[in-house]
C-alpha cells in the first residue's frame, strides 16, 4: 500500500503542511506514525483529507462540525450490533462484540489502552472496574461516545427535555449520577452531573473539542493542563479546550450538581 508524504499530501488537497498537523490535534484526519516519527497517508487518508477540505471551503464548516459528521458517518458504519441487540448488552458485552469485531485479544487491547489485561477482561465480564478514564479510553479507540457506550439507543430528538426526562448514566463509577439535557446527534454535548463527595474521574485524560463547566450547587474542584488546579462554586464557571488533559472531584463534604457541555459531542 503505497503511503504519500504530508507535503504531497498539503499539495494535493491545496492546504499547508500546518494545517494537516491541525486537523490531526483536532482528531478529524489521523495520519500512521512510521518508526522514525514522520507522518504518512494511505489513499483513505488522502480521500478524507479532500473531503474535510471540501467541507471547510465550500460548506463553510468549523472543524466542529466536521468531527461531529465524521463521527456520526463512521457511527453508522463501525458497529454490526442492531440497535435491539445494543438494548439487550450490558456495557461489557458490547466492548467485548467490538473488540471481537476487530479480531482484538485482551491484551492487544489492554496494551493499547496502556491498562492491565485482568482490567479489560473483568469489565467485558461484570460491567465493573471502568472509571471515566478508561471508559473515555474506549470510547475514543471504538470511535463512540461514553454515552452510545454505556446507555441504548439515542432517543430521537425532542426540546424541551423536563427535569424528569433525559437519558441517564449510571455506570460512571460510585456517586457519579449524569442526566443529558439534550437529546438526539447534536454539535454540543450538554448533561447534568451530580456528584457526590469525593466523586472523581480517576485520573486525567483528553480528547478533541472544547468544553464548559457550570456549577448549580456544592463545589467541583479541576486540574487543567495549563491553567493548574481551578476550585469552583455556585454560579461559577469554566471554559477549556479539551485536548488540555484534565481530571476533577468533588473536594467537598455535599453534593455537587453541574452542568457540562462538550462540543462536539463527544460523551
Known amino acids: 500500500m503505497r503511503r504519500h508524504k504530508i507535503s504531497d499530501v498539503a499539495k494535493d488537497v491545496g492546504v499547508t ?3 494537516l498537523r491541525q486537523w490531526e490535534q483536532y482528531g478529524v484526519l489521523t495520519p500512521i506514525r512510521e518508526p522514525s516519527g514522520h507522518r504518512t ?3 483513505e487518508h488522502l480521500d478524507q483529507a479532500r473531503q474535510i477540505a471540501r467541507m471547510r471551503s465550500l460548506g463553510g464548516l468549523s472543524l466542529s462540525e466536521i468531527k461531529f459528521r465524521l463521527n456520526a458517518e463512521g457511527r453508522r458504519n463501525a458497529s454490526s450490533i442492531s440497535l435491539a441487540e445494543r438494548e439487550l448488552l450490558t456495557v461489557g458485552e458490547q466492548i467485548r462484540r467490538m473488540r471481537l469485531k476487530r479480531k482484538l485479544s485482551i491484551q492487544k487491547l489492554a496494551d493499547k489502552l496502556k491498562v492491565s489485561a485482568s482490567t479489560i477482561s473483568t469489565f467485558e465480564r461484570t460491567s465493573k472496574g471502568a472509571g471515566v ?5 474506549l470510547a475514543d479507540f471504538f470511535g463512540v461516545t461514553i454515552t452510545q457506550l454505556t446507555t ?3 432517543p430521537r430528538g425532542i426540546a424541551p427535555v423536563r427535569k424528569h426526562e433525559g437519558q441517564r448514566i449510571e455506570t460512571l463509577g460510585n456517586g457519579i449520577h449524569v442526566r443529558a439535557l439534550a437529546t438526539g446527534e ?17 485520573g486525567s485524560y483528553s480528547h ?6 457550570y456549577v448549580i450547587s456544592g463545589s467541583i474542584q479541576l486540574n487543567v493542563e495549563g491553567l493548574g488546579v481551578v476550585k469552583l462554586g455556585p454560579r461559577d464557571s469554566l471554559y477549556f479546550e479539551s485536548t488540555r488533559k484534565h481530571s476533577w472531584i468533588n473536594p467537598g463534604d455535599v453534593p455537587c450538581t453541574v452542568v457540562w457541555v462538550n462540543t462536539p459531542a463527544s460523551f
Open 208 to 213: 478533541a473539542g472544547e468544553e464548559f463547566v
Open 186 to 202: 447534536r454539535l454540543m454535548d450538554a448533561k447534568e452531573w451530580k456528584l457526590e463527595p469525593g466523586a472523581q474521574s480517576d
Open 41 to 43: 497517508y494511505t489513499a
Open 152 to 154: 441504548s439507543a439515542q
Open 133 to 137: 478514564k478508561l471508559l473515555r479510553a
Open 17 to 19: 503542511p500546518g494545517t
